[in-house]
């Protein structure tokens, strides 16, 4: 695995990081690195990763389904209204990550993607100048960064506008999966691949 690819039951090469789990493999094959511009799931994107944060992506992915329940399918308008019954509610669900930060931190950031999409016209719109002119070429995981400057600055203006959990590696992780750069492996069959 020095070069960080593995062969699948399927015959087909993938990333060394989505292992041999069903759920994993379908999120690297379906979803990972496919460019995105729909602003609910960007925004969907954006707080799943700050529940991410010190956690395994996994742990997410498995408990997706629940947060888009209890979080009105991340409808920004609606999480924005939330109040401190909605955050009571959240922390007594065990199908998510009960962090009292994170969940108050996702109320934030609806209420800013909102003054956000009025400053900008769309989160999609907004998300995609921090898009860098080349993306990069991993041939191993070691060259796959953690941070990138374009997701620095990102971070840097989010939390500007007022948005909480937005790190420059939350946001590059964000970048990553939201196709805004592609660090699939250099042999591994999704890299550059179009949408299913």
Request: some cysteine; overall charge negative; glycine content about 8%.
């Amino acid at each position: 695995m020095d070069d960080g690819l593995r062969a699948g039951e399927d015959g087909r090469t993938r990333c060394w990081w989505c292992g041999d789990d069903a759920i994993y493999v379908a999120y690297h094959d379906d979803e990972w690195g496919v460019p995105v511009h729909d602003d609910v799931r960007l925004f969907e994107k954006l707080c799943l990763e700050a529940f991410q944060a010190g956690l395994s992506w996994l742990t997410i992915l498995r408990k997706r389904t629940r947060f888009r329940e209890v979080f009105a399918g991340f409808d920004p308008e609606v999480v924005a209204g939330y109040g401190d019954d909605d955050v009571a509610r959240l922390l007594a669900d065990p199908g998510i990550v009960r962090n009292r930060a994170k969940i108050e931190a996702t109320i934030t950031n609806a209420r800013a993607y909102l003054q956000l999409v009025e400053d900008e016209g769309s989160l999609d719109a907004y998300v995609w100048r921090f898009a860098p002119d080349e993306t990069p070429v991993p041939r191993n995981p070691q060259d796959i960064r953690p941070i990138s400057p374009e997701s620095t600055a990102m971070s840097k203006d989010l939390k500007a506008r007022g948005w909480a959990f937005v790190g420059p590696t939350t946001v590059y992780a964000f970048q990553q999966a939201m196709g805004l750069v592609d660090d699939h492996l250099v042999g591994c069959w999704r890299r550059g691949a179009p949408k299913l």
